[in-house]
């Protein structure tokens, strides 16, 4: 089935980096989301994006829909030791099946 | 407060067995769907309903089985059939006809002894 590709894989940072992250995709998405996944929990939803270009902030984290569509960009800023875990972006396509495809995630982990 | 309920948190199964993980959600969502998480490997969607008393495979089907008797419940049964089922297994529910995602449930490691 399809995923999509999200990078990095993982990446390990000192706390108070910047941390940025991407998803992309071969086809164009309706609707990009965001979701964080603690160690051993389901995924909980942090931003959600419907429009090419949209820019989108949830405290330290900003998303962005690509203008292509076929994309999305996550940033957290001042990263802390609760940060942890693994993002995923999942998208919607234009299909009208209402599901969504989900990235292979990105394992980040915040050094003290 | 609404929410989606997995359980049990962990499972352990024998060779050979059937075990069922079980979904509830009270959200009065249409659609539920299941996936197997891997370590390196993301969400793997097994199965999903949208509407109640029908279903559809996912990705992965193939040693895995549904029902959707009530709006509520999306049970997950792992037949003997499938080969390599220990992993975390994901319950996700959701509104149909409106982009807001899927509310996710807490998860059921299943591991084979």
């Known amino acids: ?112 | 407060d609404g929410g989606i309920t997995q359980s049990p948190k962990y499972l352990f199964r024998k060779e050979g067995q059937n075990v069922t993980l079980s979904c509830e959600q009270n959200l009065n969502h249409d659609a539920m769907y299941w996936y197997r998480q891997d370590p390196g490997q993301g969400l793997r969607l097994i199965y999903y309903s949208q509407i109640v008393n029908d279903f559809q495979k996912g990705d992965i089907a193939e040693g895995y089985s549904v029902s959707r008797e009530k709006k509520e419940s999306f049970p997950l049964t792992v037949t003997s059939a499938q080969k390599n089922p220990t992993a975390f297994y994901l319950c996700a529910s959701s509104i149909l006809r409106q982009e807001i995602g899927y509310t996710f449930g807490s998860g059921t490691r299943l591991t084979v002894v």
């Open chain 1, 1 to 112: 089935g399809q995923q999509l590709n999200q990078s990095p894989q993982s990446m390990f940072i000192q706390e108070g980096e910047d941390v940025s992250m991407n998803c992309t995709s071969s086809s164009i998405f309706n609707t990009w989301l965001w979701y964080k996944q603690d160690p051993g929990e389901g995924p909980v939803l942090l931003i959600a994006l419907y429009k090419a270009g949209e820019l989108t902030s949830n405290g330290r984290l900003t998303a962005q829909f690509g203008i292509t569509r076929k994309d999305s960009f996550l940033n957290i800023s001042a990263s802390i030791p609760s940060d942890v875990g693994i993002y995923f972006c999942a998208g919607q396509g234009t299909s009208g099946t209402y599901k969504y495809i989900f990235g292979t995630g990105t394992r980040l982990k915040v050094l003290a």
